[in-house]
T-cell receptor, first 120, second 114 residues
Framework: AQTVTQSQPEMSVQEAETVTLSCTYD???????LFWYKQPPSRQMILVIR??????QNATENRFSVNFQKAAKSFSLKISDSQLGDAAMYFC?????????????????FGEGTQLTVNP | NAGVMQNPRHLVRRRGQEARLRCSPM?????VYWYRQLPEEGLKFMVY????????ESGMPKERFSAEFPKEGPSILRIQQVVRGDSAAYFC????????????FGPGTRLTVT
């Protein structure tokens, strides 16, 4: 079974600065997807960024980028030019690539989350 | 294009009562996933359904919990004889394809058992 670990329960950053959130995972699969979701106080789960394991290039979405290290099974999220609206709980998640594995391939496995505070 | 809809947003039940949580997937999506988030924890997978079929229920508690996704209407997560430990946020997500790459989440239903 896959596991996802976020070792930083809380992080803080000054507005306009850069912060990196860590995520490691354990899997025996070679192909999979990785995601970062954001959960603001409204509790709505919002997709921030996704990465396909077979792609070597790190995904980027505006101010959000990832550092994907497949051999190290590491998937960190970098937020540049932090804004007050970035304050939220951030969850790292894993999903198998093989959709033929109907019994387990479709589920998302989440880490425990990192609470990000942005200071003005 | 409306997103995933869940209702009610908040539900209070006394111990022993039944709770019914509803989820309407995004338009064009026929795959639904339910997750539970206990206080101060991450989301945990419960069940994956397609129309009229349960595909993977390995995350569902063996007793009191059931889920369905009928041909017509929303998906329903049913919890019978609720206990205080069932208090949590229940999230529904949907995808267009089987094992669709991206799951889109609803706003969740917060269940409080008194």
């Amino acid at each position: 079974a896959q596991t996802v670990t976020q070792s930083q329960p809380e992080m803080s950053v000054q507005e306009a600065e850069t912060v990196t959130l860590s995520c490691t995972y354990d899997t025996s699969e070679s192909d999979y997807y990785l995601f970062w979701y954001k959960q603001p106080p409204s509790r709505q789960m919002i997709l921030v960024i996704r990465q396909e394991a077979y792609k070597q290039q790190n995904a980027t979405e505006n101010r959000f980028s990832v550092n994907f290290q497949k051999a190290a099974k590491s998937f960190s999220l970098k937020i540049s030019d932090s804004q007050l609206g970035d304050a939220a709980m951030y969850f790292c998640a894993y999903r198998s690539y093989e959709i033929i594995k109907e019994t387990s391939g479709s589920r998302l496995t989440f880490g425990e989350g990192t609470q990000l505070t942005v200071n003005p | 294009n409306a997103g995933v809809m869940q209702n009610p947003r908040h539900l209070v039940r006394r111990r022993g009562q039944e709770a019914r949580l509803r989820c309407s997937p995004m338009k064009g999506h026929s795959h639904v996933y339910w997750y539970r988030q206990l206080p101060e924890e991450g989301l945990k997978f419960m069940v994956y359904l397609q129309k009229e079929n349960i595909i993977d229920e390995s995350g569902m508690p063996k007793e009191r919990f059931s889920a369905e996704f009928p041909k017509e209407g929303p998906s329903i997560l049913r919890i019978q004889q609720v206990v205080r430990g069932d208090s949590a946020a229940y999230f529904c997500a949907s995808s267009r394809l089987a094992g669709g790459q991206v799951q889109y989440f609803g706003p969740g239903t917060r269940l409080t058992v008194t």
